[in-house]
């Protein structure tokens, strides 16, 4: 059965450093996304993406994050200067529009994310 | 505006016993709804969803029913196994076409031998 995988599993960086997150979604997916959960809290929207560019983002996503789909089977999301405030699990997610699924989101397992 | 939101935090249910973990939601302009299992360690795994237009769904084992009156869904697990031990969300899309998902606390079903 085909899933969206993540890596890194676990990242550990220095607060004010760059990381980058890894996501390959489901091959004939279209839809792309990417959610935050903080420990013990619910899961958080960050970002959606389609054709290319993003198509809603919440207030959580500032400045500080972007998206990119560099190839045609990775998805992958920038924090440029991380906070402690960004330490949590973060999850990609995607959708297929086709068969009028477009809101069933299949998640991967996520990278934790711990700044120091 | 948008609230997805549990009752119960914590639910423990005898193995072979059904289990109902409840939610409610604001949005009167929510049309989807999915329920999520987590595991420890694990994303968020699909388990069944539901349309505004219907008010019971049922898989393998599972059942959602959608109340739009009192703006309540539910998650009936029938016979439960200890592999149904998780925490169980709730989400909905807010409004039609919607790609975020909002997603309740959680719930954390265990299940007792």
């Given at each position: 059965e085909p899933e969206v995988t993540q890596t890194p599993s676990h990242q550990v960086t220095q607060m004010g450093q760059e990381v980058i997150l890894r996501c390959v979604p489901i091959s004939n997916h279209l839809y792309f996304y990417w959610y935050r959960q903080i420990l013990g809290?619910?899961?958080?929207?960050?970002?959606?993406?389609?054709?290319?560019?993003?198509?809603?983002?919440?207030?959580?996503?500032?400045?500080?994050?972007?998206?990119?789909?560099?190839?045609?089977?990775?998805?992958?999301?920038?924090?440029?200067?991380?906070?402690?405030?960004?330490?949590?699990?973060?999850?990609?997610?995607?959708?297929?529009?086709?068969g009028g699924d477009l809101e069933t989101q299949y998640f991967g397992p996520g990278t934790r994310l711990l700044v120091l | 505006g948008e609230s997805v939101g549990l009752h119960l935090p914590t639910l423990s249910v005898q193995e072979g016993d059904n289990s109902i973990i409840n939610c409610a939601y604001s949005n009167s302009a929510s049309d989807y709804f999915i329920w999520y299992k987590q595991e420890s360690g694990k994303g968020p795994q699909f388990i069944i969803d539901i349309r505004s237009n219907m008010d019971k769904r049922q898989g393998q084992r599972v059942t959602v029913l959608l109340n739009k009156t009192v703006k309540h869904l539910s998650l009936q697990i029938a016979a439960t196994q200890p592999g149904d031990s998780a925490v169980y969300f709730c989400a909905e899309n807010g409004i039609q076409g919607a790609q975020k998902l909002v997603f309740g606390q959680g719930t954390r079903l265990t299940i007792n031998p």
């Open positions: 809290q619910k899961v958080e929207f960050l970002v959606s993406f389609y054709n290319n560019e993003i198509s809603e983002k919440s207030e959580i996503f500032d400045d500080q994050f972007s998206v990119e789909r560099p190839d045609g089977s990775n998805f992958t999301l920038k924090i440029r200067s991380t906070k402690l405030e960004d330490s949590a699990m973060y999850f990609c997610a995607s959708s297929d529009p086709t | -």
